[in-house]
């Protein structure tokens, strides 16, 4: 089987190729993170009633997926990252509950449906990253599992309690009771390196999310990175940059866990600018690629931004951090309109409640930050400045100046001036997420006011 997919692979890498998609490549797309069972229902959806019950299939598919993607350029993405696309165990809506690698998950469509959405996403100039576990497989009678030896006792490591505390539990016990596949294990490791090089050719992504990174020896990662052959980011679920860090150098890159709990902190009115700084500059020093992790102030594993804050101005400020600050920017489904779910699966909603309302306030405010990203050249670069901290602001600068960013965590209703130095004499900008210019004195001296509490984003004139 290992060699069918090898030669299956080398077809499909002949017949499509995905667009040119390596770690460079990815540093100035913006990422759109749809849960494939929750974005639309058919490719004509235009909305309808709540799903009755989050905690199962909702009805989404590939098709509904491919019928929004005007709808998610519309907000300036141009990169979506997909969850798991195989066959899941029962109730596996979300993709994480594997039973068979070999085959495309039912509930969303077919494998041409799923090759009908990255074609049509490649022919508007977006990117494709498939999410994709390593880990364990779903729950389900062991001899439903494919291919073989996952049908096999001795792929699995016996079951027990995962204790934190411990590095080796960590790697070899089993998250939420799922099945902990023996990645130890040559055969296994062979299968699964096989099975990802096939995956990605053969429906033409341009990356992969890794799931449950810090679960599996380290030693297992280059090899099945490599395999992939595109960009890899790689979810450690740990705030610690120094645990992180041990990961940086095995994928491509890694969702920035570090820097996302400070931001929120600050965003929401609980913690410091300068501890957001402080881990900036921390993972400065210990990251060998920080422009090439993920920024993100939420997902379908931690509550909506705005189940903690429901202040949509704070909202803006943390997403003009996401989108505008160093790294990948990745916005979670429904940020655009203002969802506020909490703890999974209240997190997970359908978007046709929506009614898919590109006017919405946040609709309209994701899709200015990203127009100044796009504007202010992609923000590939490892260039983010730090020009002003202050108990209630952050400002920072890119791309040599270009683009300035003042951000405040007063929230909806304050109306403040900031005078800050810029770092960039006799130079104009235009605030492209309000109204008004501004121009910097001799020495790089600028003020700036903040109207009901919203990010100021200046783009060079």
């Known amino acids: 089987m290992h060699s069918l997919w090898a030669s299956l692979a080398l077809l499909s890498q002949l017949a499509v190729s995905a667009l040119s998609a390596d770690t460079a490549a990815w540093k100035s797309r913006n990422i759109y993170f749809a849960l494939t069972d929750r974005v639309a229902r058919s490719s004509d959806d235009t909305g309808g009633n709540a799903c009755g019950n989050l905690s199962n299939y909702c009805g989404g598919t590939f098709r509904g997926l491919q019928g929004k993607l005007d709808y998610i350029a519309g907000m300036g993405f141009d990169a979506i990252w997909i969850t798991p696309v195989v066959s899941n165990s029962d ?11 070999q085959s495309i998950n ?9 090759k009908a959405l990255v074609s049509a996403a490649h022919a508007k100039g977006m990117y494709v990253m498939v999410d994709v576990v390593a880990n364990h497989m779903g ?17 699995y490591h016996t079951q027990c309690e995962i204790d934190y505390s411990n590095q080796g539990s960590v790697e070899n016990c089993w998250i939420a009771g799922l099945p902990d596949i023996n990645t130890q294990n040559s055969d296994i490791r062979t299968l699964f390196k096989d099975w990802i090089k ?33 960009y890899t980011l790689g979810e450690v679920f740990d705030g610690n ?10 994928m491509s890159g890694l969702l920035n866990y570090p820097v996302y709990y400070p931001m929120n902190n600050f965003y929401q009115q609980k913690g410091s600018s300068q501890a957001l700084v402080d881990m900036i500059n921390q993972v400065s020093s210990l990251f060998p690629d920080p422009s090439a992790l993920g920024s993100f102030l939420d ?28 790294g990948v920017p990745i916005v979670y489904y429904g940020t655009e309109q203002a969802y506020a779910g909490g703890n999974d699966p209240a997190n997970r909603e359908d978007l046709w409640r929506s009614g898919f309302n590109t006017n919405s306030e946040m609709y ?3 899709s200015r930050l990203s127009a100044a990203r796009k504007s202010a050249g992609g923000l590939a670069g490892n260039d983010h400045a730090h020009l002003y901290v202050a108990d209630t602001a952050y400002a920072w600068s890119r791309a040599g100046g270009k683009l300035v960013v003042l951000t405040t965590n007063s929230g909806r209703g304050s109306n403040t001036n900031h005078c800050f130095n ?10 492209t997420f309000g109204t008004g210019s501004y121009t910097s004195d001799g020495n790089g001296n600028i003020c700036v006011s903040v109207s009901n509490g919203e990010p100021v984003v200046l783009l060079a004139s």
């Open 198 to 230: 096939w995956l990605v050719t053969e429906y033409s992504f341009d990356g992969v999310r890794i799931d449950t990174v810090k679960h599996i020896e380290k030693d297992y990662w280059p090899g099945f990175s490599s395999a992939a052959g595109v």
């Open 106 to 114: 039912s509930h969303y469509g077919t494998a041409d449906d799923l």
């Open 364 to 366: 309209q405010a994701i």
């Open 422 to 431: 810029t770092q960039a004499p006799n130079r104009s900008w235009n605030n």
């Open 139 to 155: 729950p389900s009678a062991i001899g439903d599992r494919k291919p073989a030896p996952l049908n096999q006792q001795s792929s």
């Open 299 to 326: 997902n379908h594993d931690n509550a909506r931004w705005l189940n903690s804050k429901n202040d949509l101005s704070l909202l803006k400020n943390a997403l003009a951090y996401v989108i505008l600050a160093r």
């Open 241 to 250: 940059p120094n645990y992180v860090a041990g990961y940086a150098n095995l």
């Open 91 to 101: 109730g596996g809506y979300h993709g994480y509950w594997a039973v068979d690698l």
